[in-house]
């Protein structure tokens, strides 16, 4: 929209004159707000009572949600900087527009108010909106006094949605994000003439264009204008619209005469053929033209004038090809994306979204899903403008009933379908967006309880009349734009409770899975997804979420090693490295999928979630909440995803190591990668698979390490170094946690996760499903160390452990879980000899969760420490193994 943009101040607002104003202004209100939380006000007074109003500019929240626990010294968000005040909050300013020509109108325009909002003006009230994302105008021109003083007031809730507050048909009422209270994008004043672009098309712009057809030869283009006559009189106008290529030049035009009564609207349609048409193409050629559309008089004098970009292209899905862009295949791969950050919540900048396109971007993206709500201007346009193809949504996430009804209220109905049109119409121009999400995660049935509403023996509600509904909706709002949907539970993997089939809703189908995390194991993705595919082989899938938490402050030794703790701290930063790493690799062998999106790109806020090494915060970003650091899995793809030469050493903030030794993980996409440790090279690799160069068993020197990949391009090297420590204790004496993730903090004694195993599989006498209640907490007897022998390793395995020749004492830690006396016999092999008996652990401590110490001496002479746990009777197990030479 091209519109003349006028600064304000705080009492006064400077314009051009109104006789030179032919078309409309703008005038933004940033500065001069006065916020108040809660309290009483009464909005007709003009006037308002001191209270405690504070100074502030707009885009604003109050909230201040979500915070790392360690160095809060660092962060903007800490514990007792926390707001997550949910309720009413109160705007005023006072501003002097300038005067007006007789005959024009006054409009002002929130960009988003956070959930609702209620708006008067010198004391009149001219409106209010329901839903916290979408932008909306107030028609302000009875009530404004041009060229004077005039007193806005606006009132906003976030009220967390119960049933009877004032928030409960307001969309979301769920979700595993925390919704922002207040004015937190811009808002403005915009002048019109009488007759104009309306002003009132539910946010929009007044125009809707879509591309119809594309060959070589020639594109053809519709266009829709509604244009609107607030004056008293029948007005006659013609209707231009004109595309305009990047140059310059006009490339396509069409005028239409209407004649428009007094206070009534009308619409315009024109189809464009534009000759040889350059098509916008992607991340590989974003070619935009411009949207013209002028009213203006017979005469010619221009009353209303509109531009905006507009991308000519096609985009489908197809069950078999997946994506295509203008005919042709694109695989698309990227990511979700929140629009919060620390510090500032929701509020941000237009430089603040920049910055996160250009994260996103420099990792290889080239889709978005804009999740769970509409996103701003400022993002759409980044994309249009460097090819991104956009999934847009609205919130109707998790929940859409109350109590036992079974379909939604009317009140929320109506929430959803003007939310829906919302969208479409703010959003529908731009050559990015590919599709209209119509829900996400509306299929849990009764399999989580977190989301369930109804009484135990009540049928869990049916999402689909409405998504019926919501589908068709959006089908007469744009028929050129697929419709979708992402679920979450198809194929009972929370459970045994029946739950909805809903990707049949929609025009595609979405999967936000999370195997290796909430549930299965990483390998079971892709024989699901084809199962997902065998359902409905006529409907194009894709995989809209995937990841894993990682605490950037929390490492292992071996990701395979223990279980992680999906809704608790143990959550490794290598942890989330290999389940993309496993993820990616299934991901990328599936041409069906139409796109894949991880979850997410950035860590959010949240105020449901106590887990890694944060507060209210959902760390499966691969970016940090502050945006500092990017963590090891953002450059596994930045090496997939692009050409830019990318060497990253992984595991680079774990550097103080449990182990004389590591593996070493390098994401690398030179030809050749070479891997040196203090200046010696350890090995060179080429070509690795999946861009994962890895070497194993590196041994590290006591004190620091310096530790360099270098990656030989043909442009030359590129070398990652970090820093690794040893400490000497840690050479000295070698302390496997078995079962562990991560290793505890054992006072004395410096412990590493389970590594170095062979076989087997991990437990934990405390183990927790990560649902429901935590058990209560059992207590080993016989230890002061009873983090470690709360993990054990079972079954038929070993561990080959790298030591320098020598005599070792070994010192073996076994706790029997529940057995009883006899149920659980084995063997220990220590370098081909056995040097335990048929040890039953239960028979020896005298009862189950009891410590059993034995030690052995051994001799290794090959650098390797080779030992066996053989079954006799049951599976053996052991706890911890200190080695110490």
Not at 617 to 637: E, P
Request: proline share 5%; glycine share 10%; net charge neutral.
């Amino acid at each position: 929209m091209q519109t003349r943009y006028v600064a304000a101040a705080v009492i006064a607002v400077m314009a051009a004159p109104a006789a030179a104003q032919s078309e409309r202004s703008v005038v933004p209100l940033a500065q001069g707000w006065e916020f108040q939380r809660g309290g009483d006000v009464d909005p007709a007074q003009e006037a308002q009572a001191p209270g405690s109003w504070e100074r502030v500019s707009v885009p604003h929240t109050w909230n201040r949600v979500g915070y790392y626990m360690p160095d809060p010294q660092t962060h903007l968000n800490r514990a007792e900087s926390v707001d997550k005040y949910q309720g009413v909050g109160w705007y005023r300013m006072t501003f002097t527009p300038p005067a007006m020509d007789a005959g024009q109108r006054a409009w002002l325009q929130f960009d988003a108010a956070s959930r609702t909002a209620e708006v008067w003006l010198n004391g009149q009230r001219i409106g209010g909106h329901k839903g916290g994302f979408s932008r909306f105008r107030l028609d302000a021109t009875r009530a404004l006094r041009a060229g004077q003083a005039n007193t806005l007031l606006v009132k906003v809730d976030n009220t967390q949605p119960a049933q009877g507050s004032s928030t409960a048909d307001i969309l979301p009422l769920a979700g595993n994000f925390f919704v922002h209270g207040g004015l937190y994008r811009p808002v403005s004043l915009i002048v019109t003439n009488a007759v104009h672009v309306d002003m009132l098309d539910a946010g929009g712009s007044g125009i809707f264009a879509t591309t119809r057809s594309i060959d070589a030869a020639m594109a053809k283009v519709d266009v829709r204008v509604r244009i609107r006559n607030d004056g008293t009189k029948t007005q006659a106008v013609n209707a231009v619209v004109r595309l305009i290529d990047a140059g310059g030049k006009t490339v396509a035009t069409g005028t239409r005469r209407i004649s428009l009564r007094a206070d009534s609207a009308s619409e315009s349609v024109e189809t464009l053929s534009v000759a040889t048409p350059h098509l916008w193409n992607g991340v590989a050629d974003p070619y935009l033209h411009r949207l013209v559309v002028e009213i203006a008089t017979p005469s010619g004098a221009v009353l209303d004038r509109v531009e905006q970009a507009f991308g000519i292209r096609e985009m489908r899905a197809d069950p078999a090809r997946g994506f295509m862009l203008n005919g042709k295949p694109l695989r698309l791969h990227g990511v979700g994306y929140h629009q919060d950050r620390e510090g500032k919540g929701w509020a941000t900048a237009p430089a603040d979204i920049e910055q996160d396109f250009a994260i996103m971007r420099e990792m290889g993206v080239n889709s978005i899903r804009l999740t769970h709500y509409q996103h701003g201007q400022v993002i759409h346009d980044l994309a249009d403008r460097y090819g991104m193809v956009l999934w847009d949504e609205i919130p109707l996430v998790s929940r859409w009933t109350w109590g036992d009804d079974a379909v939604a209220t009317a009140g929320l109905r109506d929430d959803a379908r003007q939310q829906l049109r919302e969208l479409i119409r703010q959003n529908g121009n731009h050559a990015s967006v590919f599709n209209w999400g119509i829900a996400n995660e509306v299929d849990f049935g009764k399999s989580l309880p977190a989301f369930i509403t109804t009484s135990k023996d009540t049928p869990a509600p049916d999402p689909l009349p409405l998504l019926r509904e919501l589908n068709a909706l959006a089908k007469s709002e744009d028929p050129s734009r697929a419709t979708a949907l992402a679920t979450c539970c198809e194929g009972r993997l929370l459970g045994s409770a029946d739950i909805p089939i809903t990707a049949v809703a929609a025009d595609l189908g979405g999967a936000n899975r999370y195997f290796g995390w909430y549930y299965g194991q990483p390998g079971d993705l892709g024989k699901h997804l084809d199962s997902l595919r065998a359902l409905r082989p006529n409907q194009p899938v894709s995989v809209t979420e995937y990841g894993a938490g990682g605490a950037t402050t929390i490492h292992t030794d071996n990701p395979l090693g223990g279980k992680v703790d999906q809704r608790g701290r143990n959550q490794p930063e290598e942890y989330e490295s290999y389940i993309h790493e496993t993820a990616w690799a299934t991901l990328s062998a599936k041409p069906y999928l139409w796109g894949t999106w991880l979850w997410n790109s950035f860590d959010f806020a949240t105020t449901v979630r106590r887990e890694g090494d944060a507060i209210d915060i959902n760390t499966k970003g691969l970016v940090t909440y502050d945006r500092k650091i990017r963590k090891d899995a953002y450059y596994f793809y930045k090496a997939n995803w692009t050409a830019t030469p990318t060497v990253h050493v992984a595991g680079r903030r774990y550097v103080d190591r449990a182990y004389p030794v590591a593996d070493v993980r390098v994401y690398s996409n030179a030809p050749r990668t070479d891997l040196l440790v203090n200046d010696r090279v350890v090995g060179t690799l080429s070509a690795c698979p999946q861009m994962i160069c890895a070497w194993s068993n590196v041994a590290l020197a006591v004190g620091a390490n310096r530790v360099v990949a270098r990656g030989v391009f043909p442009t030359g090297a590129v070398d990652d170094a970090i820093e690794w420590r040893v400490a000497a204790d840690a050479a000295r004496s070698v302390r496997i946690d078995s079962g562990a993730l991560v290793a505890p903090e054992i006072a004395g004694k410096r412990y590493g996760s389970d590594a170095f195993f062979d076989g087997g599989r991990f437990g934990d006498i405390n183990a927790y499903s990560g649902y429901g209640p935590r058990p209560e907490k059992k207590v080993v007897a016989g230890t002061t160390e009873g983090a470690v022998a709360e993990t054990y390793r079972e079954g038929r395995f070993g561990y080959r452990v790298p030591l320098a020749n020598g005599r070792y004492t070994v010192e073996l830690s076994f706790v029997e879980p529940a057995l009883a006396a006899g149920a659980r016999q084995f063997d220990v092999v220590a370098n081909g000899k056995r040097a335990i008996a048929a040890l039953d652990i239960a028979a020896v401590a005298g009862a189950p969760l009891t410590r059993v110490t034995r030690r052995i001496v051994v001799g290794v002479t090959d650098g390797m420490l080779d030992l066996k746990f053989v079954p006799i009777k049951g599976d053996a197990i052991v706890s911890g193994i200190e080695i110490t030479r």
